[in-house]
């Protein structure tokens, strides 16, 4: 049974940094690639970050580029979402998500397996 539980969210002012972390289970997490998604209220489940299997290729949604950063430890089967400078609309529950295959993608409908999710908050 696949499990991801995120962690890492909370309260900060803007222009602040917060780090997410998710760690994976009952995958042999080396092969597949993933994925943080994050939805506001009233809003749909928008991408933010995907990193492949293999060589680690990264891919970022527009709004996000050059402030967060994803990255993945294999040997402790965890993703990680440096965020920084972030701004009051990046406000989100964020969740990560474990992909159908090695590829990144962002679409959330190559995504087999979803985390509980965290809550960022982000003052002004």
């Known amino acids: 049974q696949v499990q991801l539980v995120e962690s890492g969210g909370g309260l900060v002012q803007a222009g602040g940094s917060l780090r997410l972390s998710c760690a994976a289970s009952?995958?042999?997490?080396?092969?597949?690639?993933m994925g943080w998604f994050r939805q506001a209220p009233g809003k749909e489940r928008e991408f933010v970050a995907t990193?492949?299997?293999?060589?680690?290729?990264?891919n970022y949604a527009d709004s996000v580029k050059g402030r967060f950063t994803i990255s993945r430890d294999n040997a402790e089967n965890t993703v990680y979402l440096q965020m920084n400078t972030l701004k009051p609309e990046d406000t989100a529950v964020y969740y990560c998500?474990?992909?159908?295959?090695?590829?990144?993608?962002?679409?959330?409908?190559?995504?087999?397996?979803w985390g509980q999710g965290t809550q960022v908050t982000v003052s002004s």
């Open positions: 009952g995958r042999t997490f080396s092969r597949y690639a």
């Open positions: 998500a474990l992909a159908a295959g090695c590829v990144r993608s962002s679409s959330r409908y190559n995504y087999d397996y």
């Open positions: 990193i492949s299997c293999g060589t680690g290729i990264t």
